[in-house]
């Protein structure tokens, strides 16, 4: 027998759901009106998201999508226990965002060498080193850092990685200062058995409460990878109403799992969450009608072939 599929499952009894739709999901389809993500930001607020990736402050050049995320802050209406955060690569993003008035930032790390390579010409070790100021300046400001790890099941450019690989830079993350550590399969390869294998590596140095998981669907395994990241006791789920997003590194790619369709296999589990479905997936009709296309929510879709049957 399999030892990584011998530990009894360990579910949690309520899930914080990450929503980041307005950023990871927006920046990688084109663009919408600065209205059209306030009333995305204001909704999913609404719908009882307490964490939302409201912007990205990187350069336009490179992200050009994201170019008005300080407008976006400025814009929304806030929700009193509602944390409104924003990635921020470097110390003059990270300026940028604390200006802007977001309650929480984000950096982001890979797990493989040559996805770090070509994306950020840099290392791993130099990517992490570049980090620290970052996470120094938002410590003596009172803002919490979290942490993403890219390609922790697969690399576009190197195929598999190594769970040993994906602990080491969690850790790392970590012992930085930051608060959660993200686990991001940023090309959507992974089974449950890849998650699972990573998961118990990164588990041997990361307390499970300071874990979230963040899958892509493009080969239609989130819903059961998130199954799997459920029964080892993790509690953070990352995911963009109406499944918004891509990947540029894969063709095809579907983008992140749909945040309806985790509310409703929570929902199914008796997990706890928070979140109103209904008016969650107004929300993803409406980003999906700004940006000319079909919500790639399964459950979305279901839901307003409902609505309008009835």
Known sequence: M?????????????VRIVEVGPRDGLQNEVAVSLEAKIALVNTLAAAGLTTIETGSFVSPKWVPQMADSAAVFAGVSRKAGVTYTALTPNLQGYQAAKTAGADEVAIFGAASEAFSQKNINCSIAESLARFEPVVAAAKADGLRVRGYVSCVVGCPYQG?????????????????????ISLGDTIGVGTPAKVLAMLDA????????????????TY?????????ALSRGVAVIDSAVAGLGGCPYAAGASGNVATEDVVYLLDGLGIKHGVALNTLARAGWAIAEALGKAPSSKVGLALKAKCQQN
């Open 202 to 217: 990164v588990l041997e140095v990361v307390p499970v409460n300071k874990i979230a998981v963040h899958f892509h669907d």
């Open 2 to 14: 399999n030892p990584s599929n011998s530990i009894a499952p360990t579910f949690p009894t309520a």
């Open 220 to 228: 239609g395994q989130a819903l059961t990878n998130i199954y799997a």
């Open 160 to 180: 598999d990685v190594a769970p040993s690989e994906v602990a080491r830079v969690a850790k790392a993350l970590l012992e930085m200062g930051c608060y959660e």
